[in-house]
């Protein structure tokens, strides 16, 4: 695996992740985006002639597209999970209101 920096690195920070997503965690300041992984990856050939003319349309090469749609996925997902999260907890909330009154 080849990492590429464009920047020094951050100082290491003391937050614990908000989120799990797979094996990754994602942290508040996920969108940081001063480090570049280069990986290997296998993709079904119909996929990656969709991901080149879309990148295409959209003016972009199509490594920069994928990570551009990874990111959109990953940060929609850890929306979605926070937002359910919070509706759990106010349901716990209200369930404890309710019956600390009966």
Known sequence: MT???KKPD???SSKSPDVQFGNVDLISDF??????????????ADVLKALRIAAKEDGMK????????LREVVLRE??????????????VHDLKNKSSND
Do not use: G, H, W
């Not at 969108?31 to 079904?44: A, N, P, R």
């Not at 199509?62 to 749609?69: A, E, H, T, V, W």
């Open 3 to 5: 990492v590429r920096q």
């Open 10 to 12: 951050p100082p290491p």
């Open 31 to 44: 969108e940081q985006s001063d480090v570049k992984v280069k990986i290997t990856c296998f993709l079904d």
């Open 62 to 69: 199509y490594q920069p597209y994928l990570n551009k749609m």
């Open 78 to 91: 850890k929306s979605m999970i926070s937002k359910r999260m919070d509706a759990l907890e106010k349901m």
